[in-house]
């Protein structure tokens, strides 16, 4: 078995040609079989071999487990970092999960782009997973449970153990006399995979021997399924986006789909804009409440990072925004960068026959924000125009609105930041004025 473990990796390594290899090494037996795989190898120059140690801090021993992986990597000759975290958000994520988030998170900040890390999870994990995921209730990219090759960050990660039983890595452990750290969390059958593990998985095994190989291909195959989903989601998206914005969807166009392949497009929608995905209740939400709204209406659900909204026969999929306050007002002297909330700033742009004169500044130009009410005649226009008119007429989200800055000389509006200016704001030929933008850096 040592034999095709030696071989495995070698193949492994002839697919990351001239790629430096970092080890997500913990300390416990399989990132030791891992590394050391690795570290034996003829075909891997020691300069292209890395070993990472994330230290959460959340055991009392955990400085004596780095100076463990330290001494390890140090025999082995294997340049080594240790990098200690806080791991945050645990009552909200779970313990394992924000651990996760966190040592990933660490681990990809240290990565190029022709870096590659690898991981150590093997048949067994992959088959807990693919469990874990069914009483979940998840669906075939959850069932997928580990891909093989995944991105992080700006590398890649790898899992070149995935299909190998555990009992193979024990196995070479203790054949090449390793000693590895027993971590005594994973004993803790608080946690749903040691439970899994301990409780369950034994069971599963006296009937089903090859249950972890056998739950891994169902995994193989879900992931197959997901693929094939998400070239559908591609072909639909293709001739929905003729419409659609960025970070739009036509309604018409999605609800001329089947109900599953609307559900499908919109997983892989939210998916591919980075948010998190919703559940089956809130996927049908979607449908019911936005898609099927009444178009003057103005809906939004939202789950953690997320807002869905409804405009103009548009689905908007958006990240939640802090609510202006449409009180506050700065008082401008000068052409300065000014902050106006959360990251956007007031800038202004130098240019001729149009823009805020220095006579403005001098007079005090006011930035404050949409109250009601307003009216400006902007330049080339021959009659004022509410602002609530003008919004409609430029076709801008009502959730935005309040969010645009608007300038002011005295009580008189003139200017909204970003789309009009007033006759006020014309300049004599030649004459240097200043355009105001909105920037978030």
Known sequence: MANDLTLLIKQTIANCTDRVIWVAYSGGMDSHVLLHLLASSQELPCHRLKAIHIDHRLHDDSAQWAMHCAKVAN????????????????????????????????????????????????????????????????????????????????????????????????????????????????????????????????????????????????????????????????IDLAVLSVKGGENSLNIDGLLSLSTERCKNLLRYFIAFHHFSLPSAVMLQRIIDEVCLSAEDSMPMIQWPGIQIRRYRGEIFFLEPQKTVDTQQSFLCKTPERL?????????????????????????????GFREGGEKIKLHGHQYHKSLKTLFQEWAIPPWERDRIPLLFCGDELIAVVGYGLSEQCKLEAGQEGYLPLLNSV
């Open 75 to 234: 025999t082995l000759g294997v340049d080594f970092q240790s990098i200690e975290v806080e791991v945050l958000n645990i009552d909200s994520m779970g313990l394992e999960a924000a651990a996760r988030m966190i040592r990933y998170q660490t681990i990809a900040e240290k990565l190029s782009t022709k870096d590659i890390v690898f991981t150590a999870q093997h048949q067994e994990d992959q088959a807990e997973t693919l469990l874990i995921q069914l009483l979940r209730g998840s669906g075939p990219k959850g069932l997928s449970a580990m891909a093989p090759l995944s991105p992080i960050g700006k590398a890649q990660m790898m899992r070149p153990l995935l299909n190998t039983n555990q009992v193979d890595i024990k196995a070479y452990a203790k054949d090449h006399k390793l000693e590895w750290i027993d971590d005594p969390s994973n004993i803790n059958n608080k946690f749903n995979r040691n439970y899994l593990r301990h409780e369950v998985w034994p069971s599963i095994t006296k009937r089903w021997p090859s249950a972890s190989r056998l739950l891994s291909r169902s995994a193989q195959h879900c992931a197959d399924a997901d693929t094939l989903l998400t070239d559908l989601a591609k």
């Open 339 to 367: 902050k106006l909330f959360d990251e956007c700033f007031l800038t202004w742009l130098v240019v001729e026959n149009m823009g805020i004169s220095k006579a403005i500044f001098d007079d005090g130009l006011r930035v």
